[in-house]
């Protein structure tokens, strides 16, 4: 990486705000090992504490919780502005309605999770949780399913773009890269972290995208735009009137969530190994490509400006307008 790169670490300090104080607490058991033992939230038997190394020295707080009727594991990458203590009663409502185990984990610098927040320290934090989840419960990348929310999305990319057999990735409230929530541009930068854009292209397992209309935070027009890329999109689920921190109140999302976890639950691993076969045998499908102009300088960065076809739907109205949900471009009458 060159140096000029390095300036991602200044992006890092404007992109993460973890709770503080934490939500929670961790300690020691004097007697029994030196168990951990969780504050601040009820006492489950059915939940593990763990404390995981990352390949970057920090130590990583996770809750595993198990579901004796579980077939699948999710490994859940949550928001930005929160940690395990808030996130405990919607695992155990995950684990109960999915029929799923599920481990969610605190970034970096989260929670009671030591080191700092940043980009790098995300990836780091989700390997490690994904090795534990392999030595320490045998679970293996065909039985497992990524759950990424807002930021969540960019450690979960990561390491789904790396795992060729994954059952299956949700991205909640997810964005195309940090710069474009703040730009509707099309270009590449340094500057820019979590390049989920192009992360979602090499994703070989059926993607769920779940995103609000009305989304303050990440446009619904990311969750649109990762839906189109993904190579194995699932049917998506648009909550009209949906913002970014209340989908899981809407009554559709479980029920979605549901359904799409028994139907990928339902396919064989050599059912998924075919697929993947047989999609490596078509053809790349012609794309029309507009006219870009290309600035170089001795940056690392290369930006493109794109010159748009024509106003959206939220560019002259700041919302999305449901008549053309699925559309690639705004075609209803009440918006020409």
């Given at each position: 990486?060159?140096?000029g ?11 993460f ?12 058991e004097?007697?029994g090992?030196?168990k ?5 939230i ?5 939940m ?7 390949r970057r ?7 595993f ?8 594991t ?8 929160t ?11 995950l684990?109960v309605n999915l029929r799923v185990?599920?481990?969610g ?8 999770s ?9 990836y780091a934090?989700i ?5 534990c989840?392999?030595?320490?419960y045998?679970?293996?990348?065909e039985?497992l ?22 059952r299956g990735?949700?991205l909640?409230?997810?964005?195309l ?8 541009i099309?270009?590449s930068?340094?500057l820019?972290?979590?390049?989920n854009i192009?992360k979602?292209k ?7 995208v ?7 935070v990440v446009?619904?027009?990311h969750?649109?735009?990762?839906w ?9 689920l648009?909550?009209?009137?949906g913002?970014?921190?209340n989908?899981?109140l ?7 969530l549901?359904?799409?976890i028994?139907e ?9 190994l075919?697929k993947i076969?047989?999609?490596r045998?078509r053809p790349?499908?012609a794309?029309?490509?507009?006219t870009?102009t ?7 960065c290369?930006?493109k400006f794109q ?7 939220c560019s002259?109205?700041?919302g999305?307008?449901v008549?053309c949900?699925k559309?690639?471009a705004?075609?209803c009458?009440?918006?020409?």
């Open positions: 990486m060159k140096s790169c390095s300036v991602s670490d200044l992006a890092a300090k404007f992109a705000f973890p709770p503080h104080p934490p939500t929670y607490g961790i300690r020691k004097e007697s090992g030196g951990l033992v969780v504050s601040g009820p006492q489950d038997t059915s593990d504490v763990l404390m995981v190394d990352n020295g920090n130590k990583i707080i996770a809750f919780f198990r579901n004796p009727c579980a077939r699948l999710v490994l859940y990458s949550h928001g930005n502005a940690d395990l203590g808030q996130l405990y009663e919607l695992f155990v409502q684990k185990n599920l481990m984990y605190d970034y970096s610098g989260y929670g009671a030591s080191g700092k927040p940043s980009e790098s320290n995300t934090d390997e490690a949780i994904y090795e989840l392999e030595t320490e045998g679970v293996s990348q039985d399913v990524l759950y990424g929310q807002s930021l969540g999305s960019g450690p979960t990319l990561h390491l789904a773009s790396r795992l060729p057999r994954l990735v949700v909640h409230s997810a964005m890269s940090g710069l474009r929530v703040l730009c509707h099309n270009f930068f340094c820019d972290i979590y390049k192009n979602i090499m994703v070989k397992c059926p993607v769920l779940i995103h609000g209309t009305e989304d303050e446009n619904w027009l969750g649109n735009k990762l189109k890329l993904a190579r194995e999109p699932h049917d998506p648009w909550i009209k009137g913002s970014h921190c989908l899981e809407h009554p559709d999302f479980v029920v979605h549901a359904r799409f028994k990928i639950e339902s396919v064989t691993t050599a059912q998924r075919k076969h047989r999609s045998q790349e499908k794309c029309i490509r507009s870009t290309t600035f170089t300088t001795n940056c690392c290369q930006i010159k748009p076809d024509g106003l959206s739907c002259s109205k700041g999305i307008c008549n949900l559309a690639p705004c075609l009458s009440s918006c020409r």
